[in-house]
C-alpha cells in the first residue's frame, strides 16, 4: 500500500484587543501590521538587503496558500499578553495613536507562530516620520465584517511581502532576499511600515483604480475571500499615490478611496 506525506501548515495567530472598538480599517491595518512585523523580525538584516531563509520562505508559500491566518479577539491588552503561549517568539504591536487613541501610543495586536525571530533582525527608527506607506483597499459593495478584512489584510500584507522577494545569489537552502535599494521601500521599512484601511464603493470602481495602478506601474497585488476583494498597494510615497487617488490629509483621501 502506497502512502503519502502530508504536510501540516502552521497558523499565524493574531490577537486583537476587543476593549478598543477599532473601526475597520484601522483594526485591518494593525492586524496586517503583526503579521508584517513577525515576518520582518525572521529576516536577517544585511543593511543593503534583507533575507529570509528558505525554510521560512516556503512557510510563508505555505501560508499564504492554505490561508493559514487566525484572528483571535481578546478582552484587553492583559488578555492579549496572556494569549501569547512563547512572548520571546511572539511580535507585540504598539500603535503611535496619531489617528485613534487620543495620541496616546497604545498596545492593539499581537502575532506569534510560524516566524522565528533572527538574531540579525531590524529595529525600525523609532518615531519616524512615515514618508512611506502602504494602503489597504477594499470593495464595500458586500458587506465587509471586521474580521474577515483584517484576516483579508494580514494575508494581503503578506502576499505583498512575498512579491517583493528574490532569490539571494548562491543560496543553496533557497533563501530569498529583500532589496532595499528601492527609496519607497526603504523608507517604509526604516520608518516603521506603516498601513491605512481604505475603501471604494464597488467592484468596479475597485477594477477602475487596479487599471491606474498599472498604468502608472504603481506595485500592487489583489486578494478575493468569497465575494469580498482587497488591493494592497505600495509601499509607495503619498505624493505619488496622490496622482491616483486624490490628495491625502491626515484621516483620508481626498478622491477614489474614503477611509474604511
Known sequence: METTETTTTEHLNISVRRDLNMRKGKMAAQVAHAACAQLLNAMDDFGAYRVLR??????????????????????????LRESLTNPALSTVITDRGLTEFGGVPTVTTAAQGVFKPSLK?????????????????FSKQQPLPKEVAAKMAALGC?????????????????????????????????????KIGMGVKTDVDMETLRESLVTSNVHHVGLVSGASKLLVIGPEFPERMATITGKESALYTEGALTLL
Open 54 to 79: 528558505g525554510e521560512d520562505y516556503q512557510k510563508l508559500q505555505q501560508l499564504i496558500q492554505a490561508e493559514a491566518v487566525e484572528i483571535h479577539m481578546v478582552a484587553d491588552e492583559t488578555a
Open 121 to 137: 533582525k531590524a529595529v525600525p527608527l523609532a518615531g519616524a516620520d512615515l514618508i512611506a506607506r502602504q494602503w489597504f483597499v
Open 158 to 194: 503578506l502576499t505583498m511581502m512575498e512579491s517583493l522577494l528574490t532569490p539571494l545569489e548562491g543560496a543553496s537552502d533557497g533563501s530569498m532576499k529583500l532589496c532595499m535599494s528601492n527609496d519607497a521601500l526603504r523608507g517604509w521599512l526604516t520608518a516603521g511600515f506603516g
